[in-house]
Structures are given as structure tokens and as C-alpha cells.
């Protein structure tokens, strides 16, 4: 690949960065809820797993935003994904 390609500096990879980092931490309370249940506060938790993973979701939510703020995707590519996405779901899900 030629060292020519522009790569994410400046607001966008500090953006791109902490969208990643959303995504990780999406996927620690999801993997919570799956050893420990939803409905469960830890000890070290002053809410339960379902709530945290809600805030998690917000915090994601919050960098698609603003990346949607900075020109790098836009919300109608993000709105025709999550509709395509419904779709697929409802003829896969095995106990929907
Ligand atoms: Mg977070």
C-alpha cells in the first residue's frame, strides 16, 4: 500500500479512537450481563449490569454522533445499515 494514503489525524482520530474505545466497553457489559445477569450490581457496582450497559450504549451513541458531526460517515448511511440490519435479524434470529 503506498505511504501516499492519508490516514484519520487531528479531531477524527482522536474521534475515531474513543468510538473504539466505546465499542470495548459495550462489549465488557455485554460480556457482564452474559456471566452475571442483567438485573445484578456487582459489588464494586452501584447499579445494576443492565443500567451500565444503557449508559455504555449512550456513551457509543454519543461518538457515532459525533462522527457523524465531522463528516465521517452520515446519519442516512447509518439509518439505511440499521434498517438493513432489522431486516436480516428478523429472518435469523433463532428465537425471535
Ligand atoms: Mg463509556
Redesign the pocket.
Known amino acids: 500500500m503506498p505511504d501516499t494514503i492519508p490516514l484519520p489525524e487531528g479531531l477524527e482520530r482522536e474521534l475515531l479512537i474513543v468510538l473504539m474505545e ?1 465499542c470495548a ?1 459495550v462489549q465488557q457489559q455485554v460480556s457482564k450481563i452474559l456471566r452475571f445477569g442483567a438485573h445484578v450490581t456487582g459489588t464494586d457496582q452501584v447499579r445494576p449490569n443492565s443500567e451500565l450497559l444503557a449508559a ?1 450504549v449512550g ?1 457509543l451513541t454519543h461518538m457515532i454522533q459525533r462522527c457523524i458531526e465531522i463528516g465521517l460517515f452520515s446519519a442516512k448511511d447509518v439509518e439505511t445499515a440499521a434498517e438493513e440490519k432489522r431486516t436480516k435479524l428478523n429472518r435469523y434470529l433463532r428465537f425471535g
Open positions: 466505546e466497553e455504555e456513551d
